[in-house]
Each structure stands twice: as structure tokens, then as C-alpha cells.
T-cell receptor, first 110, second 111 residues
Framework: KQEVTQIPAALSVPEGENLVLNCSFT??????LQWFRQDPGKGLTSLLL?????REQTSGRLNASLDKSSGRSTLYIAASQPGDSATYLC?????????FGAGTILRVKS | SQTIHQWPATLVQPVGSPLSLECTVE??????LYWYRQAAGRGLQLLFY??????ISSEVPQNLSASRPQDRQFILSSKKLLLSDSGFYLC??????????FGQGTRLTVV
């Protein structure tokens, strides 16, 4: 059974800092891994999808890496802004299922 | 482009009443469909997923059921709601092994 852990559980930083969010998973037999953002009371917004054959994926200030063999993924956020405040979730997909971690709650202070 | 519709956005129901939440997807065919629940302050728990019409896989034993009467329609139901059924319910779809997309969710409060 896939288990996903996200560290840290919460993070509060001043604006402009570069951030690292970590995700680890127990079953490396995955098709891909997806990072999502969730604003309070809202649905999930897809940020990045990394296929199992890829090592990283970039979108704007976001960069996600994947080390499938060690069961780890990292989301880098460059030059953080108050608008980045949200919960960030990682979800490896194996078989037909996405399994989620509990998320990292990010607060960026202006 | 593909879109996913989920309704209602909020729902307050008494204990013991029935439930029906509907999710539809447009712009794709034969999607994988998912129902997740998010309890307050907790992560997303996969409840059901479906890879085709009439094919439902249940992840956890519970007071809920799911049905897929059409290719792009996924329904979450209960005959009698419990207080513990309160939460944020999210529908999602994917093309199978590729990117997944979520609806805006239904906030269910059982009173």
C-alpha cells in the first residue's frame, strides 16, 4: 500500500525566500507524480506533472524533481510571494490511483 | 478542452437523510474517475475510483456508495448519512497514467 509523507507539515517564510518542499513515498512502482496546490475551501489545482521517466519538470518559478528509485520528490519555489500561500500536495500515481500526502501548509509573509 | 463539473458546492443535510453528489466531465472519453474526501485539517482519502461504466472500486468500507451510469458521469450516494460523513468531497478525472484534474468540491455538513 502506497504511503506518502510530506515534510515540513507547515512553513512560514518572509517574501522573497527560495523554498524546498519534500515528498517521500513507499512504493516506487509509479507512472508519474503530480504536485497540486489547494487554496482554503477550494479544489486542487495541478502545478506540475513528472512522468516516471523524467527527472524534473519546471513551470515558471516552480521546479519539481523526482527520484523514483529512492521514493522522493522535491518541489522548489523560487522567490516566494504572498500569493504562493496555500497547501501543497504531492500525489504519486500507480495503477489507477493517486495517493496523497497530508500536504505542506505554506504561508508567505509580505 | 476538458472540464469537470461538480455540484452542489455546499450542502447541509440532517443525520439519516440520503445523499447524492454528481460529477460530470466534458471534453474527454473513457476517463478514470475518482471520489476523494477531505476531513477538516486532514489529507485526501480516496473513496472510490472507476475505470469504466459500471466499474467501481471501493477503497475503504463506509456508509457511501458510488455509481457510474454513463461514461463521463460519476455519482456518490448514501442511503442514510452519519455525522462522520461530513467533509469536503472532491471529484477528479485522469486519462489513465497522466495528469489528473479536480472539481471545485462539495462541502457537506451533516447535522
Amino acid at each position: 500500500k502506497q504511503e506518502v509523507t510530506q515534510i515540513p507539515a507547515a512553513l512560514s517564510v518572509p517574501e522573497g525566500e527560495n523554498l524546498v518542499l519534500n515528498c517521500s513515498f513507499t512504493d516506487s512502482a509509479i507512472y508519474n507524480l503530480q504536485w497540486f496546490r489547494q487554496d482554503p475551501g477550494k479544489g486542487l489545482t495541478s502545478l506540475l506533472l513528472i512522468q516516471s521517466s523524467q527527472r524534473e519538470q519546471t513551470s515558471g518559478r516552480l521546479n519539481a524533481s523526482l527520484d523514483k528509485s529512492s521514493g522522493r520528490s522535491t518541489l522548489y519555489i523560487a522567490a516566494s510571494q504572498p500569493g504562493d500561500s496555500a497547501t501543497y500536495l504531492c500525489a504519486p500515481q500507480g495503477g489507477n490511483k493517486l495517493v496523497f500526502g497530508a500536504g505542506t501548509i505554506l504561508r508567505v509573509k509580505s | 478542452s476538458q472540464t469537470i463539473h461538480q455540484w452542489p458546492a455546499t450542502l447541509v443535510q440532517p443525520v439519516g437523510s440520503p445523499l447524492s453528489l454528481e460529477c460530470t466531465v466534458e471534453g474527454t472519453s473513457n476517463p478514470n474517475l475518482y471520489w476523494y474526501r477531505q476531513a477538516a485539517g486532514r489529507g485526501l482519502q480516496l473513496l472510490f475510483y472507476s475505470v469504466g461504466i459500471g466499474q467501481i472500486s471501493s477503497e475503504v468500507p463506509q456508509n457511501l456508495s458510488a455509481s457510474r451510469p454513463q461514461d463521463r458521469q460519476f455519482i456518490l450516494s448514501s442511503k442514510k448519512l452519519l455525522l462522520s460523513d461530513s467533509g469536503f468531497y472532491l471529484c477528479a478525472w485522469s486519462g489513465g497514467g497522466v495528469e489528473a484534474f479536480f472539481g471545485q468540491g462539495t462541502r457537506l455538513t451533516v447535522v
